[in-house]
């Protein structure tokens, strides 16, 4: 199983078909699933058998592909009409990430601009399999620009997963640490389990273990403890959007873990492609997805909390830019005063 993931991409066109990997399932099997209903897409991005800002973004621009293959529409209004519906349906499954809304956005645009049924419903596939294709480019790019950052040597803290399981392959964050090793560098990594459902532990422990790169497991809650100690000379954490001001909205727990890195002096990046970047909200109309409590009240079918207790929680939160070092993109590093480098970082991308 192990010695095929890194040539398995997270999510795939085949046959009229998307193919992803069920995420809940790993570490202790890899299994994949097939979806020809944007409805079964839909559930599958809600209820997290695929996760990760970028691959959400394309595994909803493959769910409104699927819609136009199954829509009977005759007309190019009626067509568009079955497209609205069904975006809906996907856009309110993660409302925080920010590339979902960026996927479902670039295919409509696609389909308004087909001229009848058979020419959209082609290019719209078409489209969402090149979305698929580019992100792998991307991050590589991504990645390249970010090594530079990084030293021979280095121990480097991540949180949550940002790697080849949180896009369609290769990574954000884990990324820049696989394109560090790439360049000769020697890097370790410690990875957070990152509660209440450890993508740390199942995800991103498991692809830098097959990868041949060092890697220690945390609990959350000893990020201080390995921070004061001089265990981790930087951090790289993913993003499920960044506003224009550098606001970052990432996994829960991103923020605490910004502010002690803050503390101990160690430089705290951003790994996220353009896609991720919301150049219009400000940080207070962002909707911070609230989750099921049962995912904090109890580990699979076992019971780790009183029954009746109420739970907070959320799945993302808020770091500001003045905890950020840097933000890495395939257009380059954005560093502080974001809203000017962030800006520059889209012009030059024109």
Not at 53 to 63: Q, Y
Not at 216 to 231: C, E, F, K, Q, W
Request: a neutral charge; proline letters at 4%; one cysteine or more.
């Amino acid at each position: 199983m192990e010695d095929k993931i890194l040539s398995l991409k997270t999510v795939a066109w085949k046959d009229n078909k998307v193919v992803m990997i069920d995420q809940t399932k790993l570490p202790s099997e890899l299994v994949f699933v097939e979806y020809n209903d944007y409805k079964d897409v839909a559930n599958a991005i809600k209820m997290l058998i695929v996760r990760g800002a970028p691959a959400i973004g394309v595994s909803g621009a493959f769910g409104l592909a699927l819609a136009a293959l199954q829509s009977s529409a005759n007309t190019k209004d009626q067509l568009i009409s079955d497209l609205e519906s069904a975006k809906k349906i996907l856009f309110e499954t993660r409302p925080t990430a920010v590339n979902l809304a960026w996927g479902l956005d670039k295919i409509m645009n696609v389909a308004k601009n087909g001229s009848d049924v058979s020419e959209i419903k082609k290019s719209v596939v078409q489209t969402a399999q090149q979305m698929a294709e580019d992100d792998v480019k991307i991050n590589m790019k991504m990645g390249k620009n970010g090594s530079v950052l990084f030293d021979d040597n280095d121990t480097v803290m991540t949180h949550c997963n940002a790697g080849a399981l949180a896009t369609v392959g290769y990574g954000t964050a884990l990324g820049v640490i696989r394109a560090t090793k790439d360049s000769g560098k020697n890097i370790k990594v410690i990875a957070t389990e990152t509660r209440p459902v450890q993508q740390g532990s199942r995800l991103t422990a498991f692809e830098l273990h097959h990868d041949g790169i060092d890697v220690s497991l945390i609990p959350d809650t000893a990020v201080g403890y390995t921070m004061a100690n001089r265990l981790v000379n930087k951090v790289v954490v993913g993003a499920d959007r960044i506003l224009r001001t550098g606001h970052v909205y990432n996994k829960i727990g991103t923020y605490q873990v910004a502010l002690m890195a803050k503390q101990h002096g160690i430089p705290f990046y951003v790994a996220a492609p353009l896609s991720t970047f919301d150049m219009k909200s400000n940080p207070e109309n962002v909707i911070i997805e609230q989750r099921k409590g049962t995912e904090v009240t109890q580990i699979g079918d076992k019971k780790t909390a009183p029954d009746g207790i109420k739970v907070i929680n959320p799945a993302f939160d808020m770091t500001p830019p003045e905890l950020i070092s840097g933000i890495i993109t395939e257009a380059g590093v954005a560093k502080p005063p974001y809203e000017e480098s962030i800006k520059k970082l889209f012009e030059a991308k024109k």
